[in-house]
């Protein structure tokens, strides 16, 4: 069985975010991890290869240079090959170019299932996995919390509301992970040391037939914002009818809740 899985990097969810004097997202001193979804489809990729004899996971990912460190991550797991789209023209695309270069990337190696993240915590977009299974001509499951393999079929399971719902689809197919679809492993050293000699190939546009001036973007981010900052709390002093009165009047003329 040959299992792929699509990963990208993002931010660690605990980092800070700020902003350059231009506007753009300043990256300087932010620790880079693998997006958290992308880990739950590589536990469930690596469990399927365990029980499988012979089957092989290769990771595929577009990004930068940088991206190398959470694919040596992912590598470090048990994942036992690497394919990365590298080309400065793919340092800011969105779903649609993302999931086309992946498609053009997975279409030049042999596979019987993709695995990837639900959503990138960094745009929690949660379209590439399917915009991918839409190039492919494939079907596709989002947000499992199951996986079952028989033959040239799977079986999924996700939750709904009110319940779950279960679903085959013919193989190949693509499937997203979800929280609760299993317990990502840590690597350990041994793992850590044998990645460093698995295959990490790294393609540019060029090698996918394609070029920058081919990638018409459906969307382009124009500018980013911060949140506003949450004001300071108040503190009511008084005693108690004249605190519960005050809060009253700040509840109806400044938070405007009743």
């Given at each position: 069985m040959n299992i792929v899985v699509t990963l990208k990097q993002t931010f660690d969810t605990e980092a800070k975010i700020a902003l350059t004097s231009s506007g753009s997202i300043d990256d300087n001193g932010v620790k880079q991890v693998i997006n958290p979804y992308d880990e739950?489809?590589?536990?469930?990729?690596l469990k399927l290869k365990e029980a499988n004899e012979g089957s092989?996971?290769?990771?595929?990912?577009?990004?930068?240079?940088?991206?190398?460190?959470?694919?040596?991550?992912?590598?470090?797991?048990?994942?036992d090959q690497a394919v990365l789209v590298s080309d400065p023209t793919l340092e800011a695309?969105?779903?649609?170019?993302?999931?086309?270069?992946?498609?053009?990337?997975?279409?030049?190696?042999?596979?019987d299932i993709i695995l990837s993240g639900r959503i990138a915590v960094d745009d929690g977009s949660a379209q590439v996995a399917v915009r991918l299974a839409e190039a492919l001509g494939l079907p596709s499951v989002s947000s499992i919390q199951k996986l079952?393999?028989?033959?040239?079929?799977?079986?999924?399971?996700?939750?709904?509301?009110?319940g779950s719902e279960t679903i085959e689809v013919p193989l190949p197919a693509v499937f997203t992970a979800?929280?609760?679809l299993n317990e990502p492993?840590?690597?350990?050293?041994?793992?850590?040391?044998?990645?460093?000699?698995?295959?990490?190939?790294?393609?540019?546009?060029?090698?996918?037939?394609?070029?920058?001036?081919?990638l018409n973007a459906g969307s382009k981010v124009t500018s980013y914002s911060l949140p506003t900052p949450r004001s300071a709390g108040k503190i009511i002093s008084g005693?108690?009818?004249?605190?519960?009165?005050?809060?009253?009047?700040?509840?109806?003329?400044?938070?405007?809740?009743i």
């Open positions: 739950y489809a590589i536990e469930e990729a092989e996971v290769t990771l595929v990912s577009v990004g930068g240079a940088g991206t190398e460190s959470a694919i040596r991550t992912a590598l470090a797991m048990g994942a695309v969105d779903e649609l170019v993302a999931a086309d270069i992946l498609a053009k990337a997975i279409a030049q190696i042999p596979y079952e393999i028989t033959g040239q079929s799977a079986v999924a399971t996700r939750d709904i509301d009110g979800q929280k609760g492993r840590l690597p350990g050293m041994k793992g850590i040391m044998a990645a460093k000699k698995k295959e990490l190939k790294v393609l540019t546009l060029a090698d996918l037939e394609t070029s920058a001036a081919a005693e108690p009818a004249q605190q519960a009165a005050e809060l009253a009047k700040l509840l109806r003329e400044e938070a405007k809740v």
